[in-house]
């Protein structure tokens, strides 16, 4: 496509569920990036790939974040036993490399009721 | 007018005057900000970047202005039109080589017709 795709575009998750959102970057967008939004807050970093590799994930809130990208393209962030703090909107970007132009997705509204 | 700080001011301008946005930066050895836009429901659209060794950079209808000296960011925006009102985020890297941006909490501006 020609833009990053997120899906899905919203999830609503009962506390204690586990949730995987997935990022498709533009192709050949050797960075990838993950952030979260909170409701009338900027993006927060979450962590960061160059292709496969996760060379960044001191933004992680906790150790039930985890995210990967194994073939350097798609990626997903998943998140265990949800609690109602996790509700935010997740947005992944991809840029060519570091320091260049990024482009965000739609993002994933997360509900954790 | 003009809006200033990061503790999401809002910005109301009339159809056809000209807007700018101000953003304080808080890391001297960031080299590298962006300006992003984004309307409700979508992710950041980038509009314009700029590296620390400029000192403005011109894209369509938009300006950016920095000021190492004092760190400060600025966007102008000429012509302001409805489809400008969003809310926009200055970014920084943080640091020479840093793997994600730093992103402010953000301005509303609103055109009125």
């Known amino acids: 496509g020609a833009g990053v795709s997120q899906s899905p575009r919203y999830k609503v998750a009962k506390r204690g569920q586990d949730v995987a959102l997935r990022c498709d970057p533009i192709s050949g967008h050797v960075s990838l990036f993950w952030y979260q939004q909170a409701l009338g807050q900027g993006p927060e970093f979450l962590t960061y790939?160059?292709?496969?590799?996760?060379?960044?994930k001191s933004g992680l809130p906790s150790d039930r974040f985890f995210a990967e990208r194994p073939e350097g393209s798609v990626s997903t962030l998943k998140i265990q036993r949800t609690q109602q703090e996790d509700s935010a909107v997740y947005l992944c970007?991809?840029?060519?490399?570091?320091?260049?132009?990024?482009?965000f997705g739609q993002g994933t509204r997360l509900t954790v009721v | 007018g003009e809006s200033v700080g990061l503790h999401l001011p809002t910005l109301s301008v009339q159809e056809g005057d000209n807007s700018i946005i101000n953003c304080a930066y808080s890391?001297?050895?960031?080299?590298?900000f962006i300006w992003y836009k984004q309307e409700s429901g979508k992710g950041p659209q980038f509009i314009i970047d700029i590296r620390s060794n400029m000192d403005k950079r011109q894209g369509q209808r938009v300006t950016v202005l920095l000021n190492k000296t004092v760190k400060h960011l600025s966007l102008q925006i000429a012509a302001t039109q409805p489809g400008d009102s969003a809310v926009y985020f200055c970014a920084e890297n943080g640091q020479t080589g840093a793997n994600n941006l730093f992103f402010g909490t953000g301005t509303r501006l609103t055109v009125i017709p």
């Open positions: 970007a991809s840029s060519r490399r570091l320091n260049t132009e990024a482009f």
């Open positions: 790939f160059q292709n496969e590799a996760q060379l960044d």
């Open positions: 890391n001297s050895a960031s080299d590298y």
